[in-house]
């Protein structure tokens, strides 16, 4: 699902991508987003750098929002070439509840970096819940010269 | 795990994967580590990153978990060649310094020499 809408006399590209929150389909739904991004932009440093946010998202989604188990996952995607990309990574679990937290843990914690990595490697990161939905919404600005022409 | 490759020298254990560490195999990663650690002769552990083109936090998580598990038993835990990307994850969480890294085939070859 993809549209084209006209913010502040820019294009700005919209996006849908959805999967079954199983640890393997997350991760070809984050390569799936990054590699519709690799037609729009030309650094690869950048691309990682959103390759990992999705896949810390998805894989926040199957571990957490539906107690281990399978359930529905959404990236919608914004764009505005040569300006910046927004993710909302979506999914209708539990939530995060009020420990959430955006902080490195310990060197020896063997788990609870995601949200940290995400936030290192955007310029905005935050969670809410808005009605059933449970969403992280991430902007990343990006350089002029690191889009293609 | 066609992509995982478990080599014993001596007392030494040379784990070697390529591909993507990421959630979808952290938990057959740590499996057969610790069926290899079952046997209590395997004095070190060292993990070859050097073909892992992507890594995420369950990666990062598997690695604090063995290096914590030989370490509180006496053992002894290292990472081999890091991949950029590897290099990179581990730098954005400040966990370089954290592990012990050999440097070079020498220092590989001290351990599973």
């Known amino acids: 699902m ?30 799936a987003v990054v590699d519709y991004l690799s037609a729009l932009l030309s650094d690869t440093d950048v691309l990682q750098d959103l390759d990992l946010i999705l896949t810390e998202g998805c894989a926040n989604v199957c571990r957490h929002a539906y107690a281990g188990e399978p359930g529905d996952l959404e990236v919608r995607l914004g ?44 310029d905005s990161c935050r969670v809410s819940r808005q009605g059933q939905e449970n969403v992280v919404f991430i902007h990343k600005d990006i350089g002029p010269t690191q889009w293609k022409s | 795990m066609e992509k995982l490759t478990l080599k014993r020298t001596g007392r030494s254990l040379l784990l ?5 560490i990421t959630l979808e195999i952290t938990g057959d990663l740590k499996h057969r580590l610790d069926t290899e650690l079952t046997d209590a002769a395997v004095r070190a552990v060292v993990v070859d990153l050097s073909g892992v083109s992507f890594m995420d936090s ?21 990472l081999y060649q890091l991949s950029p990307a590897v290099e990179k ?22 351990v599973c020499g």
């Not at chain 2, 369950?58 to 290292?78: D, E, H, K």
């Open chain 2, 16 to 20: 070697k994967y390529v591909g993507e």
């Open chain 1, 2 to 31: 993809a549209s084209e809408t006209r913010a502040r006399g820019q294009i700005v590209i919209q996006k849908i991508f959805r999967a079954i929150s199983h640890p393997g389909d997350s991760r070809r739904l984050a390569r």
């Open chain 1, 79 to 122: 764009v505005e070439p040569g300006q910046w990309v927004e993710l909302e990574i979506v999914d209708w679990g539990k939530g995060f509840g009020p420990d959430v937290t955006f902080r490195n843990p310990g060197p020896e914690a063997e788990g609870g970096r995601g949200l940290y990595l995400m936030c290192r490697l955007s």
């Open chain 2, 89 to 110: 994850t581990l730098g954005l969480v400040q966990l370089l310094g954290f592990f012990a890294i050999l440097k070079d085939e020498c220092a590989l070859a001290a």
């Open chain 2, 58 to 78: 369950s990666g990062i998580g598997f690695l604090v978990s063995a290096n914590t598990r030989m370490r509180s038993s006496g053992r002894s835990f290292y």
